[in-house]
């Protein structure tokens, strides 16, 4: 199945059901009037020879991350988040579906940056590709591209949403605050090696370890949001203001996503997380061992 980019749209796709759809809905809907598939994909899965019909790449290893910043994947500014969806056809009335080709990973992080930029009509598919192509539903042997008109998508900044390191300092000072931590255990503790060179391992003291692959059933999908709610209560005792961070800010998003489905308000990301906080200088503090 090939879905030119230039075909005459069919109905409108209608509201979106929450910030997670399945691969069925999205199936029923594909070359829906305004509606937007993005492939967020990053590392091996960037740029892959296979997207769902007539997916465009939002690109955090490209012009979805700020490259003048020291840390990896952070948010560009405003009017430079503008113009790169823009130049992804995407239009401010538009509805937005995004996946990745992991399975849920890097596409919770394009929700949030579009969230935190001022646009909600935008969900993340349920099981990414993989779940895609378990159900039987078509994939285009293409990179993700887009070459049509610009769109007219204008960034609204919503501040709080994305959060730097005095933020996240104040945060783990705060007993009605818990920071989250969505890397694994062995990298939370310490024992396993940190993937970017020269940061230390460990973890920021007084913060839970809550790795985001656990909020997920065998199959990718994201778990019921009673059992994520069960998750997030028993790591952080309760508390009901969470700040989340990882190590790029990327699966901290995930967390995110699932603090949504598990009817948190409020919650935040750490923009440059554990690049930001685990590297020498300047010299943050570091817990190491289980939380």
Known sequence: MTMPQNAAPGPEAGPLPGVLVGAQWLGGRLGAGGLVVLDASVGAHRGAERRIPGARPFDLDGALSDHDAPAPH???????????????????????????????????????????????????????????????????ATRPAYDGPRGSFTARPRPGLLVGSGAVAAALADPAAAVVDARTRGRFAGTDPEPRPGLRGGHMPGAVNLPFGELQDPDGLMRPAADLRTAFEEVTGGRERLYFSCGSGVTACVLALAAELAGYEGPAVYDGSWSEWGVPSPLRPVSTGPA
């Open 74 to 140: 952070t948010m560009p500014a405003a009017g430079a988040f503008t113009e790169a969806v823009r130049d992804l056809g995407v239009d401010d009335s538009d509805t937005v579906v995004v996946y990745d080709g992991a399975g849920i990973y890097s596409s919770a992080r394009a929700w949030w940056m579009l969230r935190a930029m001022g646009f909600d009509r935008v969900a993340v598919l349920d099981g990414g590709l993989p779940a895609w192509t378990a159900a039987g539903l078509p994939v285009e």
